[in-house]
């Protein structure tokens, strides 16, 4: 068993997508088996679905970005930024930790903010496509990660807890600042030298045709650089392959997209359930897909 920084064995980091298509309890359960079983699990999650019933009710308009090489992202400003806290810190965050409590597997909530446990760049400015232009976005409040608390990390494992993390991070100005989750569990996967890296989502991993989930791919290979996403990628799944690469990049040996409703969504890992495993190809190598 591959052990992270300070010996601590056989992290596991799970991004629970944030679309209300992951079952958390299905999700908890698996968590529970693969703690029983000695290894170390991180969960980072998102919150899209209640992030949009809370800023309807708040009457405020959620926007995302697409960048000009098709990646999409969501659009931060200072109302979002407060829908984003409120939603992932008061309401999902504590549904999940609940949810592994009910489980048996201890667990303690966390943000970005906390102990400086994520810190980010703030980006001064975004391209993004509006109405077929590049336009450059300057007021958006979002980040990327440059660091991460590993001791804090390390130090809630070694004692059988898991870790639950979610955005803000905090900025090198001491401001919030979003950052995408899927990047953020790529970031923390990569510094806690994890064994895998699991993103559920609503898909059952990545497909040729967003329309047919009998197109997934067993694996799918990512360029280590150059453009990331192939034109047939779209939406949040994007961001993910984005992701992906950044974990492979950072020596995370195995990454996989997998189904978060499935009966046991992290099997997938152990090629029981449904999902694609991620590849990193080299920088002269084109990206297609593999069947």
């Known amino acids: 068993m591959s052990a992270g920084p ?19 309890d299905r999700l908890c359960e698996d968590v529970a088996e693969l703690t029983s079983a000695g290894r170390n699990v991180v969960l980072v999650h998102g919150g ?22 098709g ?16 939603a992932l810190s008061g309401r999902v965050k504590p549904s999940l930790v609940a949810a592994l409590d009910r489980h048996d ?46 001791r804090l990390l390390l130090d809630l494992l070694a004692t059988g807890v898991v870790p639950v993390v979610s955005p803000p991070a905090i900025a090198e100005d001491g401001e919030p600042v979003n950052t995408n989750a899927d990047r953020a569990a790529a970031a923390i996967a990569g510094a806690l030298r994890a064994r895998t890296l699991v ?3 609503g898909a059952p991993g990545v497909l040729t045709d967003p329309a047919d989930p009998a197109s997934v791919l067993d694996t799918y290979t990512v360029p280590a650089a150059g453009r990331p996403v192939p034109e047939w990628v779209t939406g949040g799944m ?17 990454v996989w997209i997998a189904d978060g409703g499935a009966a046991h969504p992290l099997k997938a890992t152990s ?21």
């Open 71 to 86: 990646v999409v992202t969501r659009y931060t400003d200072a109302a979002t930024l407060d829908v984003l806290t409120l």
């Open 6 to 24: 300070s010996g601590v064995p056989g992290i596991v980091v799970v991004k629970c997508g944030g679309s209300g298509a992951v079952d958390v």
């Open 105 to 150: 597997v201890r667990a303690v909530g966390l943000t970005g903010l906390d102990a400086g446990l994520l810190r980010a760049r703030r980006k001064k400015a975004v391209r993004a496509v509006v109405d077929g232009r590049v336009t450059i976005i300057r007021d958006d409040r979002s980040g990327r990660i440059t660091e991460v608390n590993t």
């Open 271 to 291: 090629g029981d359930g449904p999902g694609t495993r991620l590849t990193l190809s080299g920088p002269q190598q084109a990206t297609s897909p593999s069947p």
């Open 48 to 69: 899209s679905a209640e992030m949009s019933r809370l800023a309807e009710q708040l009457g405020v308009r959620l926007r995302h970005l697409t960048a000009p090489d």
């Open 238 to 254: 994007t961001v993910k392959l984005v992701a992906a690469r950044e974990a492979l990049l950072a020596g995370v040996p195995e």
């Open 199 to 201: 993103f559920l989502t």
